[in-house]
C-alpha cells in the first residue's frame, strides 16, 4: 500500500478567503487523526464542511495541547480527545502506525464512495466531492451544534434517547445494506444540534485489507461490524456515568482475530473486566450498568438487543 518512492501532492494550505473549487474557506473547524475540516461557503452563501487529508495520519501522532482546553487548532489538539489510529494487521501481527499523504487520501476518496449513498437524518451528508491540487476534499452539510465530547467536557445534561437514535440509524441503514456499521462511533464523532437531534460524522474506513482505521479504546477489539458501534456506545455511557474510561490499554494480540484457546479467552475475559460503573459512581442504576455489561463483554448482543434495552430503561425510568 505504501509508495515511498512516489512524488507527493502537494499540501493544501487553508486561510479564510481561500478558494477551492467553488466553496471559499471561513475558518478552521477541527482536526483529527487522518483530516482537517474548514467552514465554507458556496456560491450562494450557503455553510458547508470542507474535510481535507493531513498530510500524514495516525492519532497517537497528533500533538496535544498541555492543557484541556476548546480552541482549535491545525497544529494540535485538547489531550482529552481521541483521534482514530492506522493499524496494520499481517502475518507477523498487529502494530499502529501512521499513514503517508497517498494513505490518507485513499481513506478519504473512500470515504467518499460510502457516503455518497447515505441519507439519514442521523448521519452527515455529503454533498459535493471535489478535487483539489490532485487530492480529494469531501464537501459536507456543516451541521450547527456541539460535539458529545463538548456536551461531556462542559458537565452538560446528557440524554440517552441521543444513543437510541444512533442505534435505530445504524439499523436502518444496515437493514437497507447501505451503512452496515459506523466503526468508530465516540463523543468527537456524534454531534448534538440546537434541536437536540443527533447527527454522526466521520464513518471508520473498511475495504482496505490489513488495514482498519478506528479508535481502539472506543473499539478495543477492532471490530467492524456493527458490534464495534454496540461496543462504542457501551464504552461512552462508561464514560459518561463514572468519569473515565473501561480500558486502560487495548489488547491488540486479540484484536482482529478470533478467540480460540482457553488461555487467550482467559486473558481476554481478564482485559475485558473493568471496574462496575456503580463503584465509581454509586448513582448509576442497576439497569443502566446491565447495558454498559452487555455492550462491553457480551458478543451476541447487538444493535435491536441494544435498542430494546434503552427502550425500556426509558419508559421505565
Known sequence: ??????????????????????????????????????????????????????????????TRSLEITTERSEDWISPDETPAEAIFIGRDGLRVDFLDLHEVDEILRREGTLMEGTEHANVVRLRDWIEHEGRPVLVYDYVQGKTLREKIRALEGIRLNWFLAIVRAVQKLKEEGRFLYHGDLKPENIIIKPSGSVVMIDPALRGIEGLRTTTPHYNPLLLQSSKADVTGIGVMLYEILTGT???????????????????????????????PPRELNPNTPEALERIVYRCLVVPEYDLADLENDLVDFLRKG
Open 1 to 62: 500500500m505504501r509508495r515511498p518512492n512516489s512524488q507527493p501532492y502537494p499540501m493544501i494550505k487553508l486561510q479564510t478567503g481561500v478558494q477551492i473549487g467553488t466553496y471559499r474557506i471561513q475558518r478552521f473547524l477541527a482536526r483529527g487523526g487522518f483530516a482537517f475540516t474548514y467552514l465554507a461557503e458556496d456560491k450562494t452563501g450557503k455553510k458547508v464542511c470542507l474535510k481535507i487529508g493531513d498530510v500524514a495520519g495516525g492519532g497517537r501522532y497528533v
Open 245 to 275: 474510561l473501561p480500558f486502560d490499554d487495548v489488547p491488540y494480540q486479540y484484536a482482529g482475530c478470533e478467540v480460540g484457546g482457553e488461555v487467550e479467552r482467559l486473558s481476554l475475559s481478564y482485559f475485558l473486566s473493568y471496574p
